[in-house]
């Protein structure tokens, strides 16, 4: 199971400290600010290239090298949630109350969803799992388009 705000690869570990998206060595050493534009991001996660998180505070899902360099805003969703979940090619976030997705690359965002209370979201290869604080577990297939 994932800590929420934290990620890993193979030599760096992302985290969010003070709200500061961060990367430092595994090995320890000096943390690197990944980002500067604000200090609320809420979650933090990686794949092989990038780094994706979300600044609650301007209510943007942003996307950034691993190996440094300018981040890139993937979408605009006035609040964003605290949780992020990837896929191959997507990445999916809470906003405002409903659930979305937008390509790595950038483009519009997806709908997916809604809920009361969002706090929990989840993927696997064919779904969309989130929870909300009345409950229960929503699962909607993930569309194919």
């Known amino acids: 199971m994932r800590k929420h705000g934290h990620a890993c690869d193979g ?31 809420r979650d933090i996660l990686v794949d092989s290239e990038r780094v994706y998180f979300n600044d609650f505070a301007s209510g943007r899902v942003l996307s950034a090298p691993k190996a440094g360099g300018a981040a890139m805003t993937l979408a605009t969703q006035g609040k964003v949630g605290n949780q992020m979940a990837l896929d191959n090619d997507y990445v999916y976030y809470l906003g405002s ?13 997806e709908w997916l969803g809604s809920g009361a209370g969002l706090y929990a979201l989840a993927v696997d290869d064919d779904y969309v799992f989130w929870v909300g604080a009345t409950g229960p577990v929503t699962r909607v297939r993930k569309p194919w388009w």
């Open 97 to 109: 109350g409903d659930v979305y997705r937008v390509a790595k690359s950038g483009g519009a965002a």
């Open 11 to 41: 030599d760096r570990r992302y985290l969010r400290i003070l709200g500061r998206p961060l990367r430092v060595a595994k090995q320890g050493g000096e943390a690197e600010q990944i980002y500067a534009g604000t200090w609320d991001i």
